[in-house]
Nanobody
Framework: QVQLVESGGGLVQAGGSLRLSCVGSGRTFSSYVMGWFRQAAGKEREFVAA????????YYTYSVKGRFTISRDNAKNTVYLQMNNLKPEDTAVYYC????????????????????WGQGTQVTVSS
């Protein structure tokens, strides 16, 4: 089991940057696929990005490609989401999640079963 705590959210102007962090508990953190999701007010939660256990394999939803970067530091039990060139439509509560699955090519990482979730951190982008 792993507990996840996000931080780094805040208010930023359009075009600005933020880096979200998610710290996980437990010695098995490095074995999990890690993902970031977001949920805007009145909308369903959507997948943002994911990476495999080493961070070498990554996957992004189309709307954030080229702007967001997911990475992880297993020595610190932390996964990051670097968000650049932020847009007002990126405004949402951002959640990190862990999936106890093997990264494979047979299905998209957004369809993995994410078993553990953080409490979320608010990102607000003003125009």
């Amino acid at each position: 089991q792993v507990q996840l705590v996000e931080s780094g959210g805040g208010l930023v102007q359009a075009g600005g940057s933020l880096r979200l962090s998610c710290v996980g508990s437990g010695r098995t953190f490095s074995s999990y696929v890690m993902g970031w999701f977001r949920q805007a007010a009145g909308k369903e939660r959507e997948f943002v990005a994911a990476c495999n256990w080493s961070g070498r394999m990554t996957y992004y939803t189309y709307s954030v490609k080229g702007r967001f970067t997911i990475s992880r530091d297993n020595a610190k039990n932390t996964v990051y989401l670097q968000m650049n060139n932020l847009k007002p439509e990126d405004t949402a509560v951002y959640y990190c999640a862990a999936a106890s699955t093997i990264w494979s090519g047979d299905r998209s990482p957004e369809r993995y079963e994410y078993n553990y979730w953080g409490q979320g951190t608010q990102v607000t982008v003003s125009s």
